[in-house]
């Protein structure tokens, strides 16, 4: 038996007879056909340990189908096989592949090292490029319990899986410290004159790169670390995490701490989401990694065009002890230059109410 990698062997078995009970979710009172346009399916919240997610959904055969890779909002993560046409689930030592079309899943055996094929309620299938599953079916396999609530119309998650990942939207400070984060880059036209104004004013930053970025611009990278400023991950290509499948996701870290390596010969351990989205399975591929993760509690909107009046109205009403600001240094479309403005003056504001500049490894090492 060759070893298992994001892949599987379906095993030729004979057809064993089993017991399921399927639970009948019913949303509305007719099913959605499959021939509609995507643009026709509704969306809904399904309540994962509490916390309601919406999401795309349809009706087949008195079931509920939703795209495979909602599912990362358990905590599984979710993978597609392109040699078997399969999307792969896992969950601690639940491993299970669903191939595309059909009716049953390829459930691992590890302690044998082989699968078993087992049936599903209803076929996965194909619709408006994304591929559904029966949530019902797929959540049980995982482990977790499926509640439907008839007297409101909802579906209920219970993963019994916890977050992996401590995130960081602020530090919990007895000084005043703040960190000032710089994400997208770095690029060759806002990112030097915001590392001017940083060494002009003694003032460390934190930068979030993005891989391709690093690959594009590596004298800006050594100049980054040479002045002493923090590095942080931030992808390779700045996708949304959410809507990747996990194996993409862990490629698009991986891959940014490699090519941090090969240009300034480190590998940081924090790593920001882009747009700051991400699923619970994803944490888990952080964790994984070793990777800690960091939000915000300051956000500038600088990205918007704010101006710098703006800007420095944000950071006074905000910032407060062990703040973490948001900013950003891309180059498209030249929207920060309010925010190039406005640098200096936060810094000189900041101090003036003594507060001192830190990178986010120092702020998250004083508590």
């Known amino acids: 038996m060759r070893k298992i990698n994001n892949s599987y062997f379906p095993l030729q078995l004979l057809n064993r007879k089993k017991e399921y009970i399927f639970l009948f979710i019913l949303l509305f009172s007719f099913a959605i056909p499959t021939q509609a346009n995507e643009s026709t399916l509704s969306e809904a919240p399904i309540f994962i340990d509490g916390d309601p997610i919406n999401t795309k959904y349809l009706m087949r055969n008195g079931h509920l189908l939703v795209p495979a890779l909602f599912l990362k909002n358990t905590g ?18 639940v491993r299970f592949a669903a191939p595309l079309g059909k009716n049953y899943t390829d459930d691992y055996i590890q302690h044998l090292g082989t699968w078993v094929r087992n049936p599903l309620a209803t076929a996965t299938i194909e619709f408006g490029g994304d591929y559904f599953v029966p949530i019902v079916d797929i959540a049980n396999k995982l482990g977790m319990k499926v509640k439907y ?108 701490q ?77 929207m920060l230059d309010g925010a190039i403005e406005a640098l200096p003056q936060i810094i000189d504001e900041l101090k003036k109410q003594g507060y001192k500049f830190v990178t986010i490894q120092t702020l998250l090492s004083n508590p």
Do not use: C
């Open 258 to 334: 490699d090519e941090l390596q090969r240009v300034v010969g480190k590998k940081p351990d924090l790593f920001r989401p882009p747009y700051g989205a991400y699923t619970k399975a994803d944490a888990v591929v952080l964790n994984q990694i070793g990777m800690r993760n960091i939000l915000w509690n300051v956000d500038t909107l600088d990205w918007s065009g704010n101006s710098a009046e703006d800007i420095l109205s944000i950071i006074k009403r905000d910032t407060k002890p062990g703040a973490i600001i948001l900013q950003h240094n891309f180059k498209e479309n030249r």
């Open 76 to 93: 599984a993560t979710v993978d597609w096989d392109a040699q078997y046409r399969s999307i792969v689930f896992q969950s601690k030592n």
């Open 149 to 256: 609530d008839f007297s409101i119309n909802r579906t209920f998650i219970t993963t019994n899986i916890a977050s992996p990942t401590i995130t960081y939207r602020q530090a919990e400070s007895r000084e005043k410290l703040v960190a000032i984060t710089y994400d997208d880059g770095p690029e060759d036209y806002y990112t030097p004159q915001i590392l001017d104004i940083l060494k002009d004013k003694g003032v460390p930053a934190t930068f979030f790169v993005l891989g391709k970025q690093v690959k594009a611009n590596p004298d800006l990278m050594e100049r980054i670390v040479k002045e002493g400023h923090g590095l942080a991950n931030h992808s390779y290509n700045h996708p949304d995490l959410r809507k990747n499948w996990s194996s993409v996701v862990r490629q698009e870290i991986l891959s940014t």
